[in-house]
């Protein structure tokens, strides 16, 4: 069912202060989308992002007024060749899903739900980024 692992992304109340810290305190590159939503280059990595709770909780569950719903810290995700077939397996297995499969605006497929743990996570399908970009080794020449 997962192809690999895709993404990473950290849910903050404050995206200025969570910029500052990956592009201040760490050095990495920084490229906010919008107020909401910003992907930092990290060499190995396919994709990690900074996700706002207002943010998450608009594309997961409709409405900013459910950021109380999502939790702070970081949402994972696993790239699927199929997220509605993922999906049922996912609730045929007793694991909540916590939005249903759709497809987003940028064109990703998605389908949410939550870890045994309560993190929140994701099986998308995207298949213009299924390969990876970036050097996989700490130091290699971009």
Not at 5 to 19: C, L, R
Not at 26 to 36: F, W
Not at 46 to 70: C, M, N, P, Q
Not at 112 to 136: D, H, K, N
Request: include cysteine; hydrophobic fraction near 40%.
């Amino acid at each position: 069912m997962v192809r690999h692992f895709a993404s990473i992304a950290e849910v903050v109340e404050d995206m200025d202060a969570a910029v500052h810290f990956y592009r201040d305190g760490l050095g990495l590159e920084v490229e906010v989308h919008h107020d909401g939503y910003a992907d930092v280059t990290v060499a190995g990595m396919l994709h990690f992002g900074i996700w706002s709770r207002e943010e998450a909780a608009k594309a997961t569950y409709g409405s900013a007024e459910a950021a109380d719903r999502v939790p702070l810290g970081y949402t994972v995700g696993f790239e699927v060749d199929n997220a509605a077939a993922a999906e049922e397996r996912l609730s045929s297995a007793g694991i909540e899903v916590v939005q249903p499969t759709k497809t987003e605006p940028w064109g990703q497929v998605t389908s949410r739900f939550t870890s045994y743990s309560g993190a929140l996570c994701e099986v998308a399908e995207t298949p213009w980024a299924r390969t990876i970009t970036q050097p996989m080794v700490a130091g290699a020449e971009e």
